[in-house]
């Protein structure tokens, strides 16, 4: 279980993220920031996490990773950072496809899964037992043992699967699947599929409401996205996001009344009422808005920009860009501490 990193990222580098190393400029003479501050985002073709402090909106570290990374989440207790790291080579498991798990705050690594071939996004229940994955390439969704490492089932799910996400309950697992436009609800307990239903074209991703009553599912090529009854597993609303929208990733506010999607190439961030499914707003963020992120609070929104290689800062009370924290090239998720 406890395997180095790659070389470049072995126990030097995740201490000197904190002992003023390679620190950005601007972070360069502060203190390490409390783990309850801290934020990563993952960058794909850099093959690397950025480490930055959430309270300071301030980049402290790169931190190369040994694959390419794309989703990322960190535990509901706020110990151990999950990582998706696939191969170059598609179409075939290579030896880089895994899911890392790095310690916090320290990230040191303390485990790598076999997760299958190409896993894009990465999941983890909130009792943090259980960990998901989805294997784009294979069709498959993996479910592995945390403590054991040990695989516990591959089920098969829609084509191209990328989007995991786990209900606040623990009990049910979202997939989406691009290809198919297909989501999958997987029970998490039993490990079988329980439901699968269609929506819009090439779903991306999916986040649950705080209740676990509602899910709201991105479509890339519909411009929309869905609401979904996350009890009866079926669709009961679609918002437009806009012509020139291509929704990818999702968050959905801590009290449950408002729902952010990354609108991808568009550049923006549409601000969703959850209850009425109109578009309330939308927010120039930063080149290619990917993955998001909510500050515990529910007050800055953390948008993960590929094309510009950053994370732009939204004031969700103002619906501003207060800060930009410099990533890397091809920054594709962040996450935060709980």
């Known amino acids: 279980m406890r395997r180095p990193l790659a070389a470049r990222a072995g126990a030097a580098l995740a201490a000197a993220a904190f002992a003023g190393v390679a620190l950005a400029p601007a972070a360069a003479d502060t203190a390490p920031p409390d783990r309850r501050c801290l934020g990563f985002a993952s960058n794909e073709d ?12 301030a980049a402290l570290a790169e931190i190369p990773v040994p694959g390419r990374p794309r989703g990322l989440v960190v ?3 706020g110990t151990r950072l999950y990582v998706a790291l696939s191969d170059r080579e598609r179409q075939q498991q290579g030896s ?15 485990g790598r899964y076999d997760a299958g071939s190409d896993p894009e996004v990465v999941d983890v229940t909130p009792d943090g037992t259980r960990l998901f994955a989805a294997n784009e390439d294979a069709g498959t969704a993996t479910a592995t043992d945390v403590a054991s490492a040990r695989p516990l089932a591959t089920l098969v799910v829609g084509i191209e699967p990328e989007g995991v996400a786990v209900s606040p309950d623990g009990r049910v697992v979202y997939v989406t699947a691009e290809t198919s436009s297909t989501v999958t609800a997987i029970d ?16 991306r991703a999916a986040a649950f409401s705080p209740d676990g009553r509602r899910a709201f599912v991105t479509a890339e090529i519909g411009g929309s996205v869905a609401a979904v009854d996350a009890v009866a597993h079926r669709v009961i609303g ?14 959905v506010s801590p009290d449950g009344a408002t729902v ?18 109109r578009v309330r707003a939308q927010v120039r963020v930063g080149r290619r808005p990917w993955g998001l992120a909510l500050s515990r609070d529910g007050r800055k929104l953390y948008t993960a ?34």
């Open 46 to 57: 850099a093959r690397s996490l950025t480490v930055f402090d959430a309270c300071r909106d």
């Open 75 to 77: 535990s509901r207790d």
């Open 96 to 110: 880089e496809d895994a899911v890392l798990a790095l310690a916090l705050p320290g990230l040191a690594e303390v």
């Open 188 to 203: 998490a307990a039993s490990l079988q599929v329980v439901a699968s239903f269609l929506v819009d074209p090439r779903p």
């Open 238 to 251: 679609t918002v437009a996001l806009g012509e020139d929208a291509k929704p990818v990733g999702v968050v």
């Open 260 to 277: 952010y999607v990354a609108l991808g190439h568009a550049g923006r961030v549409a601000v969703v009422d959850a209850a009425a499914l």
């Open 305 to 338: 920009n590929g094309g510009s290689g950053d994370v732009s800062v939204v004031d969700t009370r103002s619906l501003q860009v207060v800060a930009t924290v410099r990533a890397a090239a091809g920054t594709w998720g962040v996450a935060l501490v709980p």
